[in-house]
């Protein structure tokens, strides 16, 4: 069933965004910006495409733009649904799978995450090398349909080394400080703990947030190549001696709006 709705929503996009996009962009808390910089495009709220489900978090506008950025086709979820809004990880990454089907052969996550490491400062856009799946579940648990990909999918590049390299290359040309890390994922939507944080940073985690991991095994999953990348909107609890607040994450991500787009365009203009 789940195969069938992909499909019918992935028609619905075919429809509707004229030449179909050849990498698509999950644009996480405070970071749809990106969405409106595209040319020549054509805008969908979720709500109007068969299926997709709606985010309600602020942050997250709930449409699918697609458009052209440096010459290529892209498509930009301006938005996506969390498993703590209490979907199942089959809905959230439902949009994944739905790319998958229009062809996208790359796919960028992108989020809002808390920063673990002390190294880094608020605001520093951080490359995901890995990741580790601390939700509890995964989005291929289940009967697996062969159609989307096999049993077993192997996990040991999630996030692609060549287009971690031209995420380096990018910002290079950009004049963009990025660094690189582990990302943990939670299921939230509580804060952590300081006790946890110091847990994660244990396990090896450098940044942490409630999303990406399920997109991104799904996207394995299906064959696409992908790449992470992390907005450290605030450093994680116990880091520093004041309690957590979305509109900190929102603040930030405005403040890095700039540079934030820039790194988007420069890999765009590389793949």
């Known amino acids: 069933m789940t195969f069938e709705r992909v499909e019918e929503a992935a028609a619905a996009v075919r429809s509707r965004c004229g030449a179909l996009p050849q990498i698509a962009i999950v644009l996480g808390s405070g970071l749809g ?13 979720y709500e109007q495409l068969p299926h997709w489900p709606s985010s309600k978090v602020i942050g997250h506008a709930g449409r699918l733009v697609v458009g ?15 498993f703590y809004e209490g979907h199942p990880l089959e809905t959230v990454v ?8 229009l062809g996208v052969k790359q796919l960028i996550l992108t989020n809002a995450a808390g920063g673990i490491n002390t190294g880094f ?3 520093a856009l951080m490359i995901i090398d890995d990741h580790i799946n601390f939700l509890g579940s995964n989005p291929l648990v289940g009967a697996n349909d062969e159609r989307f990909g096999q049993r077993f999918p192997d996990m040991s590049e999630v996030y692609s080394r060549r287009l971690r ?9 950009k004049g963009v400080a990025v660094s690189h890390g582990i990302y943990i994922a939670v299921h939230g939507p509580s804060y952590e703990t300081p006790a946890e944080i110091c847990a994660f940073r244990t396990l090896g985690a450098d940044a942490v ?10 996207a394995r999953h299906m064959g696409l190549e992908v790449l992470g990348v992390s907005c450290i909107t605030n450093m994680a609890a116990g880091v520093l001696p004041q309690p957590l607040d979305h509109s900190e ?14 790194l988007l365009e ?5 793949l």
């Not at 990106?34 to 054509?42: A, I, K, M, P, Q």
């Open 94 to 101: 439902f949009a994944t799978r739905v790319m998958s089907r």
């Open 165 to 173: 390299g031209i995420a380096d290359e990018a910002a290079g040309a």
């Open 249 to 262: 994450v929102m603040e930030t991500a405005r403040r890095v709006r700039g540079s934030f787009i820039s």
């Open 33 to 45: 910006d990106f969405s409106d910089t595209l040319l020549d495009s054509v805008t969908t709220p």
């Open 209 to 218: 947030g409630m999303s990406t991991v399920p997109e991104a095994i799904a």
């Open 68 to 82: 052209s950025v440096a010459g290529k086709r892209i498509a930009a979820l301006a938005g996506r649904v969390h």
């Open 266 to 270: 420069g890999i765009i203009e590389r």
């Open 121 to 123: 400062a608020q605001g």
